[in-house]
């Protein structure tokens, strides 16, 4: 019998998942998707009846869900006979959902790594502070959990896994790079949930190099790269989930992630974290008011999700792998380039929904077909990388790498 899958979030994450679902819906039972607000999972209903035809979205049922209560989680998973269960609602959420999930039997996917709304950048690695404590529990139950199964988290840590297995016999260095190089046209605006963001740039900058932990501060390291489409971009060492995971698995090699940004990002960015508007901690007005001014700013920035109808240009994220190949010094650059306006034409979203929201459905496939229903918790790279990308090449995300001949398409039998 085909597993129904229930979405949780209806962001602009989850409006690709259930596009996505939707597309693909050969593969699974019914499509579920639950999130605080209703009517924004109706509205998502609403769009892929209108890009894929009233009968593809005929059947999708919608719910109102706080996911931070596991109770209500665990019986919506009940009522709905979900074997799939898709996080995409915020990272606040995960251990509920997982506990949800151990408690039901249901597969768990998530996109983004645990946090507790009040702590920002925990000791590394980062997993191993929520997610692994419940390995066991998993394995018990016979509970398939895949954590971090975005593009990255998530491709990219595959992309890592390809390299090692297919292409180097050693790796010493896994350079992970994200480019942006599309425009919204606004003044300022995160591609995604403003607050996860954000938290992701306000504390120490953690990579892993020369087999311990190095930490440093947000753009103090930089390096212009040249890639593929997008040409030379300047990066910084950001800190990031997948270096918490790839570090236990390459504990031999460097890993580090490196994101794109603008000089106007940076200055914007600086402002606001040294006024303290960025600040997970709560305060007092004058009025006696408790804000927690993070959450002000995202409540005054734009909806991620309203940025696709303007948006332009592409990216390309990929992963650089060095090490050796018969016993000569090797590298290769595996990665992919998404198109914004491509992605708004065919689902309505912009392309960072879009690369992050496509994954974890073809995660789904694999765990509805049982390939990748390994029943135990996993991180991307513990898993083999070809089907999962032999599936995106085939439903919008192709894989490329670039050697030492050049730039090409890679295919996957
Ligand atoms: P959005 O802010 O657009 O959407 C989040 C959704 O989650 C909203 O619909 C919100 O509901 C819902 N939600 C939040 N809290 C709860 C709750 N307690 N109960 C039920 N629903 C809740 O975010 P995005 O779609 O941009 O991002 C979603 C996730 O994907 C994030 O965790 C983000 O970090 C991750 N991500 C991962 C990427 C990757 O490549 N790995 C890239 C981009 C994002 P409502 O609006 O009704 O309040």
Redesign the pocket.
Known sequence: MKRNVLI???????HVVAHKCAQNAAAFGAIHI????QE?CAAIIASISEKQGPEAARGIGAHA????DRAAVAALIRATGAGIVIN??????NMTILEACIETGAAYLD??IHEEPDLICETPPWYANHEWKRREACAKAGVTAIL?I?????VVNAYARLAALDHLDTVASIDIVDINAGSHGRYFATN??PE?NFREFTGTVWSWQGGQWRANRMFEVGREWDLPVVGRQKAYLTGHDEVHSLSANFPQADVRFWMGFGDHYINVFTVLKNLGLLSEQPVRTAEGLEVVPLKVVKAVLP???SLAPGYTGKTCIGVLTAGTKDGAPAEIFVYNVADHREAYEEVGSQG??Y??GVPPVAAAMLIADGTWDVRRMVNVEDLDPRPFLAILNRIGLQTFIRDSGGDRALTFA
């Open positions: 949780i979030g209806a962001g602009g994450v989850g639950a999130s605080r607000t924004k869900l706080d996911a931070m995409v609602a915020q990272a606040f959420c996109t983004a971090g975005g593009f990255d988290p998530g995604f949930d996860i909806d991620p999700a960072i929904s690369t992050a």
